[in-house]
């Protein structure tokens, strides 16, 4: 499991907490979420090891439980930007095919908006609920993939449980998606907020896949409902 790296240099020295004044103009939610963002240990940590934000720490959390990221596997990412998660798969996946002797994979993220480039993934504007967006994906892929991850989030709309709503709706099409590029014995991993309407989208899986398991990854925010659901031997 990843950790976060800790100042030992001192006995009983404590980090230093930033404190962030509220400034004219900005709200206080803004406020609060700013110093939030300065005082959390994986935003820190992503800038130290070149990630574009700290959920790239959920998906590398993921990965060293379940173990779907493995070299000479075809991955895609939807909603991919800002990229975290395609840079922590062009590492594990051999997408560089920088560790010889092992099978080199290939990572494709889609999203609604243009990404910056990212060495080793292959990345495409695209809307996966779009009409023939699956066949887009086996051409790109030259075949099946073996993984289908998301992070996806709807809007916020500020009502938990509409978010809550949204974010199901958004994690089953995801799943359609999933089960016409899947290949058999394939992985599907996404995000939902806790809520009491994930029922259906469990019954779903469980009809498509072996197992379905669900895990809260120490990256995620304690205040967060966020936890994801994985998804692992497509029956195809």
Same mark, same amino acid.
């Given at each position: ?5 800790? $100042? ?20 206080? &939610?803004?406020?609060?979420? @700013?110093?939030?963002?300065? $005082? ?21 959390? @993921? ?6 990221? *493995? ?6 990412? @939807? ?8 840079? !922590?798969?062009?590492?594990?996946? $051999? ?8 099978? *080199?994979?290939?990572?494709?993220? *889609? ?36 993984? !289908? ?7 916020? &709309? ?6 809550? @709503?949204?974010i199901i709706a958004l994690c089953e099409a995801a799943a359609y998606f999933a089960f016409d590029v899947l290949a058999p014995g394939g992985t599907f991993i996404a995000? *939902? ?20 398991? $669900? ?22």
């Amino acid at each position: 499991m990843a950790k976060i790296p800790t $100042n030992n240099s001192g006995r009983g020295q404590r980090e230093l907490r930033v404190k962030v004044k509220t400034a004219r103009g900005r709200k206080l &939610s803004s406020t609060l979420w @700013l110093e939030r963002q300065l $005082n959390d240990p994986y935003v820190k940590r992503a800038q130290v090891e070149g990630y574009r934000g700290r959920a790239a720490f959920k998906i590398l959390e @993921l990965d060293d439980k379940y173990r779907f990221l *493995v070299p000479g596997a075809r991955i895609v990412d @939807l909603g991919c930007a800002p990229g975290g998660w395609c840079q !922590v798969a062009v590492r594990r996946i $051999n997408a560089l095919g920088e560790r010889q002797g092992k099978k *080199v994979g290939t990572i494709l993220g *889609v999203d609604l908006q243009e990404v910056e480039s990212i060495p080793g993934a292959e990345i495409h504007v695209l809307d996966f609920m779009e009409d023939g967006a699956d066949d887009k994906v086996k051409t790109w892929l030259d075949g099946q993939a073996d993984v !289908v991850m998301s992070d996806m989030a709807a809007a916020s &709309s500020g009502h938990k449980q509409t978010d809550h @709503l949204r974010i199901i709706a958004l994690c089953e099409a995801a799943a359609y998606f999933a089960f016409d590029v899947l290949a058999p014995g394939g992985t599907f991993i996404a995000k *939902v907020l806790a809520g009491g309407a994930e029922g259906d989208l469990q019954a779903l899986l469980k009809k498509k896949f072996t197992k379905v398991s $669900n895990m809260k990854p120490p990256a995620s925010r304690s205040n967060s409902s966020e936890k994801f659901v994985v998804a692992t031997g497509f029956r195809g």
